[in-house]
């Protein structure tokens, strides 16, 4: 079975600054994905970034880097700059690709960037 | 990123009465298309997943007579909240499967329903 844990249910930065949102993750699977994806009070779920287990190097896109530290089973979010929008929920998620391809989802950050 | 649509974005209906909830792809075609329930403050739960031309499979917990999904063409498949009560009131989310396979395998998700029964 796959769970992933979101340890900080919520999060304060201040704009402009960088955050760091963390996930881990226990899985017993070699080949899985760690997704994040962004869902603002409107309630769509936007996807962010994604990293295969096998990727070696730390999957980035635009301010979203992850940090994926692979003997941690870590798949930490850093988004750096933040913006007044980025304030949101923030799930991590994680498909095992042995197990139907679904994904399981962490419980959630809440971030509210303070302008 | 692909399209992903639903259809309402907001019931309110009365208890007793049955909900019919659109998930569609808009620019691919979705073999495989998964339902979530979303609670206040709480994380996605998967439902169930639903694949074109065959039968869904529904998660442990969840009343596969009550949540009734129909999954007929590759771009829609319907979630139908039958004989709805108060506790069903909830966010549905539908997300889509893109038809590329492998690691770059990326779900879509739709905009949501917010369902309230009253």
């Known amino acids: 079975a796959q769970k992933i844990t979101q340890t900080q249910p919520g999060m304060f930065v201040q704009e402009k600054e960088a955050v760091t949102l963390d996930c881990t993750y226990d899985t017993s699977d070699q080949s899985y994905g760690l997704f994040w994806y962004k869902q603002p009070s409107s309630g769509e779920m936007i996807f962010l970034i994604y990293?295969?287990?096998?990727?070696?190097q730390n999957a980035t896109e635009g301010r979203y880097s992850l940090n994926f530290q692979k003997a941690r089973k870590s798949a930490n979010l850093v988004i750096s700059a933040s913006q007044l929008g980025d304030s949101a929920m923030y799930f991590c998620a994680m498909r095992s690709n042995n197990a139907g391809n679904m994904l399981t989802f962490g419980g959630g950050t809440r971030l509210m960037v303070k302008p | 990123g692909a399209v992903v649509s639903q259809h309402p974005s907001w019931v309110i209906c009365k208890s007793g009465t049955s909900v019919k909830i659109e998930c569609r792809s808009l620019d691919f075609q979705a073999t495989t298309m998964f339902w979530y329930r979303q609670f206040p403050k709480q994380s996605l739960m998967l439902m169930a997943t639903s694949n074109e031309g065959s039968k869904a499979t529904y998660e442990q917990g969840v009343e596969k007579d009550k949540f009734l999904i129909n999954h007929a063409s590759l771009t829609l498949s319907t979630l139908t909240v039958t004989s709805a009560h108060p506790e069903d009131s909830s966010f549905y989310i539908c997300s889509a499967r893109t038809p590329r396979r492998g690691p770059q395998e990326t779900q879509y998700f739709g905009p949501g329903t917010r369902l309230l029964v009253l």
């Open positions: 990293q295969g287990s096998y990727d070696e």
